[in-house]
C-alpha cells in the first residue's frame, strides 16, 4: 500500500523509466550498458516505492497515551523552553527519519487541533540543533482530553523539500490516522507536559502509531 502523497511520483517515475529503458535498447548497441541502465533504473524505482510505502497500523486509542507519530529514531530526550506557541517550558521528544523510513506522520494523540501553521525555512541537516527553529517546518498544537495541549512539528531535513500537512484548525482528530507527510529525510518533534512520563529513551527505534512515547 502506497500513499497518496506518492501516487503522481509514482506513475511519472515509472513512465519516466520505461522510457529511458525503450531507448537505451532501441539506440544503444552495447548490451552490458543496456543491462547496466535497466539496473540502476529498477533499483531507483523500488527505492521510490518503498519511500512511498504506508503500511496499515492497527490503534487502540487511548488519550492517556501519546504514540510515535512516525517511523524513526529517538535523537532527543530535553527539557526546553518552547517558544513558537506555549512560552513555556516542555519535554521535547526529536524522532529521527532517514530516507529508509516510512515518511507517513500520524496523530500522537487525538481531540482537536487548536493551532496549524506553516514556516519557510532553510534545509539544515535534520539532526542540527537549529533545525527545529531554522528550518522549512509546521507546527500543530492538538488538545487532549487528558494531556491539554500537546504540540508537534514536522522538520525538512537536507534532502526533504516538501512537508504535507493535513491538520486544520477546528478539526477534530483521531489518533494513529494520517495528519501528513515529509518527502525525502525530515523530523518530527513533540513538546509535552512537563509531568508526561516517558516511555522512550535515546536511540530508540520506534514505529509510526505503534510505539508508545508517553503517559499520564
Known sequence: MFHKEGHNIIAVSFITIAIINLISRN???????NYFIGIITIIIFVLILQFFRNPKRIVKINDNLIISPVDGKVVAIEKVYEKEYFKDERIQISIFMSPLNVHVTRYATGGKIKFSKYHPGKYLVAWHPKSSEKNERTTVVVENN???????????GAIARRIVNYAKVGDEVIQGTDAGFIKFGSRVDLFLPLDSKI???LDQIVNGAEDIIAEK
Open 199 to 201: 516511555k522512550v529513551e
Open 146 to 156: 487528558v494531556f491539554g495541549e500537546i504540540l508537534y512539528r514536522q522538520i525538512a
Open 27 to 33: 539506440f544503444i548497441e552495447n548490451s552490458t550498458l
